[in-house]
C-alpha cells in the first residue's frame, strides 16, 4: 500500500525512487513517435497510471490531460477503449494529438497523398520568399522555402476542408519536417542556425514522413473508437460543464514553459497560428503577462509558494514574479481539477522541480499542498528517472536550458503526485 501524505509530513526529499514508474513493459510505438515534442510525455504513464488505479478496484470509463501537449494519453486512451477529454493552449500540439488519436483508412491516405504529389507537380502559383515572414526567411533558403510553401498549397488543393482529419494529417505530416528543411541545427535544444547544414529536399522529406506515419497506424492497429475530444484551449478558461472525469492524467508545463513557443516557432507560423510566435507566451500557465504586484500575490500564495517567491525575491524580482504567477496558476489547476471529476476520481500529476540561481523551485510540494488544500482526501507521492526527454536536463548558471553537461543537472528525477477525491 502506498503511503499516504498529509499537510504535516509532506517531506518530498525522502521520497525514493520507485522502479515501477521508470520504464514501460514494451518498446513505444511508432505512433508517438509521428511527430517531435519537446519533453514528451513518456507513453508508459498513462499505462502505469490505469494499472495503478486499478489495484484499487477503481476503472475509469473516461479520462483526461488538461495539458494534453503532443497527445500521448489521449492516444493511449484509445488503445484502452477509453473516452477521453484533453486541452492545450499551442495549437501545434492539438494538431498532433488530433492526428495520433484518430484512426484512418489506407486506402484514402494514398489516394490524398497521390493528390497533393499531383498538384505540387503541376502548380505554378503560391506564396514566394520574398513576401515570406521575416523570421521564416531568416530560417529557410528561398529554394527551401519555396518548395515548402508549394507543398503546403498542394495539400490545401488536394484536401481544401479545414475539418477534414485527413488535412490534419498530411498538414501534421507537414510540420513534422520544417525543422529538417530548414537551417535549424539538427536536433539543438535551441533555436540555433546550423551554417554547414546539408539540404534534404522538401519532397524527400515529405516521402518519407508519410511512409513512416503509415507504418505507425498500421503497427497501432487500433479498432476502438471511444469518443475522444480535443481542444485548444487554457484549462483555466474552460468551463467545468459536460467533463465528467474518473481520472485525470497530466504533466504541467514548467516555470520555463515560454521556451516551447520558440521550440514550437516553424509549425505556429507555416501553419498561420499566429504572425509572431512570441504571442503564445501570453497565454501560457504562468505567463509573466499582466502581473499583479508581486506582494499581493505573495499573498495568494500557499505556505510553500509563498516561502519560494520571497526566496526569488532577494535573487531576481522579474523571475520571482513569474514563479509567483506559474503557482498562483497551478493553485488554481489543482482546484480546478478537484472540481472536474467525478466522486472518487483520482488526479495524477507527473511534475519536475529545478532551479535558479540557486534557489530552489519546489513544483512537487507546491502542487502536492495545492492538492491537499483543493480539497483531495488521499495524496500519494512518488518519484521516477527522467530517462528519455528531448529536453536536456541541463541548466546553466541563470536556470535557462543548456547542452552543457557541466551545468547543474535539474531534471532527472520526476515526481508522480496522486491526489484521490
Not at 519536417?177 to 536536433?187: E, N
Request: net charge neutral; charged share 25%; aromatic share 12%.
Amino acid at each position: 500500500m502506498q503511503k499516504v501524505y498529509s499537510m504535516d509530513d509532506l517531506d518530498i526529499d525522502s521520497i525514493p525512487i520507485d522502479p515501477f514508474w521508470n520504464v514501460g513493459d514494451e518498446q513505444e510505438l511508432k505512433i508517438h513517435r509521428i511527430h517531435a515534442y519537446p519533453a514528451k510525455f513518456p507513453a508508459f504513464i498513462t499505462t502505469k497510471a490505469l494499472a495503478y488505479v486499478r489495484k484499487y478496484n477503481f476503472f475509469p470509463n473516461k479520462i483526461g490531460d488538461i495539458f494534453c501537449g503532443c497527445g500521448t494519453t489521449a492516444c493511449e486512451a484509445r488503445r484502452n477503449n477509453i473516452d477521453f477529454w484533453g486541452c492545450d493552449i499551442n495549437p501545434v500540439a492539438t494538431l498532433i494529438a488530433e492526428v495520433k488519436s484518430h484512426s484512418f483508412q489506407k486506402g484514402r491516405l494514398e489516394k490524398y497523398y497521390n493528390e497533393i504529389i499531383d498538384v505540387y507537380s503541376s502548380l505554378n502559383t503560391f506564396p514566394s520568399f520574398e513576401h515570406a515572414n521575416s523570421r521564416l526567411q531568416y530560417w529557410y533558403t528561398e529554394t527551401q522555402y519555396n518548395d515548402l510553401s508549394k507543398l503546403k498549397e498542394a495539400i490545401l488543393t488536394a484536401i481544401p476542408n479545414k475539418n477534414s482529419m485527413y488535412q490534419k494529417f498530411f498538414l501534421c505530416a507537414f510540420s513534422n519536417i520544417l525543422k529538417p528543411a530548414s537551417k535549424w541545427l539538427t536536433k539543438s535544444i535551441k533555436p540555433q542556425v546550423d551554417p554547414n547544414k546539408s539540404f534534404v529536399s522538401v519532397m524527400t522529406l515529405f516521402n518519407k514522413q508519410y511512409n513512416f506515419m503509415i507504418k505507425a497506424y498500421e503497427e497501432n492497429n487500433v479498432h476502438e473508437e471511444p469518443d475522444i475530444t480535443i481542444k485548444t484551449a487554457n484549462f483555466l478558461e474552460e468551463n467545468n460543464d459536460s467533463k465528467n472525469l474518473d481520472m485525470i492524467i497530466t504533466s504541467p508545463p514548467y516555470v520555463t514553459s515560454y521556451e516551447y513557443a520558440d521550440l514550437h516557432q516553424l509549425s505556429t507560423l507555416w501553419l498561420g497560428y499566429t504572425s509572431d510566435y512570441r504571442e503564445f507566451r501570453k497565454g501560457t500557465i504562468g505567463s509573466d503577462f499582466c502581473h499583479e504586484d508581486i506582494e499581493n500575490e505573495i499573498m495568494q500564495l500557499n505556505s510553500s509558494g509563498a516561502e519560494i517567491v520571497t526566496k526569488m525575491k532577494d535573487v531576481d524580482k522579474a523571475k520571482a514574479k513569474s514563479v509567483a504567477k506559474y503557482y498562483l496558476d497551478m493553485q488554481a489547476v489543482a482546484q480546478k481539477s478537484y472540481d472536474i471529476l467525478n466522486e472518487r476520481g483520482y488526479a495524477l500529476f507527473v511534475i519536475g522541480n529545478t532551479e535558479y540561481k540557486s534557489v530552489r523551485i519546489d513544483n512537487a510540494l507546491h502542487l502536492s499542498q495545492s492538492l491537499l488544500e483543493a480539497g483531495f482526501s488521499e495524496l500519494q507521492i512518488t518519484k521516477r528517472k527522467i530517462s528519455n526527454k528531448i529536453l536536456t536536463p541541463y541548466r546553466d548558471a541563470n536556470g535557462k536550458f543548456s547542452s552543457d553537461a557541466s551545468g547543474r543537472k535539474i531534471y532527472s528525477e520526476e515526481f508522480i503526485v496522486i491526489g484521490k477525491k
